[in-house]
């Protein structure tokens, strides 16, 4: 157990425009596999990239500056 206080990390993302990615990723693979274009396969990428460089990333790079152990249960 762990007595250090919870970490507010900041996040490059409002509220509304996670939803906005959220819609159109499940949109996006509720389609999956009915069509070969990899338009659609550039689109899931290109969500799934601003996810991880706006939300992902920072929480990893926190958790690495407070030196928290690989494996460890967060929440």
Known sequence: MNDRDPV??????TQ???SDLSNEF???I???GSSDDGLEVHKIVGI?????ERIVAPIVKAL???E??????IW
């Open 64 to 66: 690495g500056v407070l």
């Open 30 to 32: 509720a389609d999956a």
């Open 8 to 13: 507010h990390v900041p996040l490059r993302i």
């Open 48 to 52: 799934l990239r601003e996810l991880w």
């Open 16 to 18: 509304a425009k996670a």
């Open 26 to 28: 499940q949109s996006l």
């Open 68 to 73: 928290v152990p690989r494996g460890a249960r």
